[in-house]
T-cell receptor
């Protein structure tokens, strides 16, 4: 089956630093989504990407859909304590409402 | 607008017992998903419904798992009998299939089988 490789597995950073994480796949995806999950909660959608090369921002978050359609990147600028959590990339290989394939997550820890 | 609602939030059962989870999707969303999330992993799709029809259940362990969405709105996922390895968070998500499709998740049900 399809697999998404998400890196890094965890990040320890200082408040105010910028963060970068990425997701790669051996196969092509038509949609990339980035989610954040807090302890005891379900994933919350941050950014959705639908076209190769697309660059989309949501406040301090910016994500890009790779040109090859096999990767995606998420950047967080000027991190703040509430950015702590687990970030998941998710891809959809088919069209419409097909199910998502998730990465294993990047655990972001911010030291004040 | 209310989000995806799941109940119960937590469930502890003994192995070999049955258990059921309930999900009410966002109003008007015709697609409903059940995912399972093991500790330290991303969610994995179990089943997808388009209205009341299960259109993708290839990852559902059918010997012990069943699901239904009788009227195309809320859904129930059942495990009978539960095994120790079924301990996980069970997440429900829904989508509105119109143009670009985004999936929104509920808070999940954390199942512990002892």
């Amino acid at each position: 089956g399809q697999q998404l490789n998400q890196s890094p597995q965890s990040m320890f950073i200082q408040e105010g630093e910028d963060v970068s994480m990425n997701c790669t796949s051996s196969s092509i995806f038509n949609t990339w989504l980035w989610y954040k999950q807090d302890p005891g909660e379900g994933p919350v959608l941050l950014i959705a990407l639908y076209k190769a090369g697309e660059l989309t921002s949501n406040g301090r978050l910016t994500a890009q859909f790779g040109i090859t359609r096999k990767d995606s990147f998420l950047n967080i600028s000027a991190s703040i304590p509430s950015d702590v959590g687990i970030y998941f990339c998710a891809g959809r290989a088919g069209g419409g409402a097909d199910g998502l394939t998730f990465g294993k997550g990047t655990h972001l820890i911010i030291q004040p | 607008e209310a989000g995806v609602v799941q109940s119960p939030r937590y469930k502890i059962i003994e192995k070999k017992q049955p258990v059921a989870f309930w999900c009410n999707p966002i109003s008007g969303h015709n697609t409903l998903y059940w995912y399972r999330q093991n500790l330290g992993q991303g969610p994995e799709l179990l089943i997808r419904y388009e209205n009341e029809e299960a259109v993708d259940d290839s990852q559902l362990p059918k010997d012990r798992f069943s699901a239904e969405r009788l009227k195309g709105v809320d859904s129930t996922l059942k495990i009978q009998p539960a095994e120790l390895g079924d301990s996980a968070v069970y997440l429900c998500a829904s989508s509105l299939v119109r143009g670009q499709v985004e999936a929104f998740f509920g808070q999940g049900t954390r199942l512990t089988v002892v």
